[in-house]
Structures are given as C-alpha cells and as structure tokens.
C-alpha cells in the first residue's frame, strides 16, 4: 500500500484539529464580546454600525417550543386555534438509526415493517485517532 496517501492524511487530520481548536477559541472569545456590544448598542440607541468591512447590527429572531417539553398539549392548542397545518405526526430518524443499530449490534433482523418503510444503509468513513 502506498503509505504516502496515509501519511497525507494523517498530516491534514492533524492540522484539521488545530483548526477546530483555533476555532473554538475564536468563537468563546466572540460570545465573551457579543453581551457588552449588545448592551452598548441597546444603552446608545444603535441598530447597526459599520467597522473594518463588516457592518455589525442587532438580529432579533423569536422562538417557540413546547411548555415543559408537552408535545400534545402544544399540538392541541395548534389544533384548538386551527393551524393544523404546524401539526405533523412523524418519527426521529435518529432514533429510528439507533435503534436499528442496536439490532445490527446484538445481530438482530430489522423488524420487515421498519425495513419496508425506511431506507437502511451501511456508511464507511476513514477516521483518525492519536496514538498514544
């Protein structure tokens, strides 16, 4: 086998991970900066401004979910004020990955509803461990 292509890519997971360090610093170091400038913009009257080519301004975005995490009470109320359209039965195909998982692991057939419904695949991927 030619060990070249090995190294290569031992050489780039090596610097991927020094990136992904380096990138989490700089995102820590921009959530430590984001309360004080939000405050300064909100004490100083300020929507948007303008620095070394970026123009900074405030996003405001709303957000609903579920009180206490209770699916069906937030379902029947979508349903009592008529937005059915927002209320949809589905499954969690993460879980359902896990679970077939699970059955892979121990060796046990897919139940044949769940394989008839879902596509189940197999991936492959080349991963990267330092040796101690």
Known sequence: ???SLLTQFCD?????RALEVRLAQVKERQEALEAP????????????????GFTLYIHRQWWARPRDGDQAAACAALRAVELHDLVR??????????????LKRQKLEVP??????????????LRAQKAS
């Open 12 to 16: 780039l997971e090596t610097q991927k």
């Open 37 to 52: 400038i939000l405050e300064h913009f909100s004490a100083n009257g300020i929507q948007n401004v303008q620095v070394n």
């Open 112 to 125: 044949e509803p769940v394989e008839a419904a879902f596509v189940i695949t197999e991936a492959f991927s």
């Open 89 to 102: 039965e589905t499954c969690n195909a993460a879980q359902v990955s896990a679970y077939v998982r699970e």
């Open 1 to 3: 086998m030619d060990t």
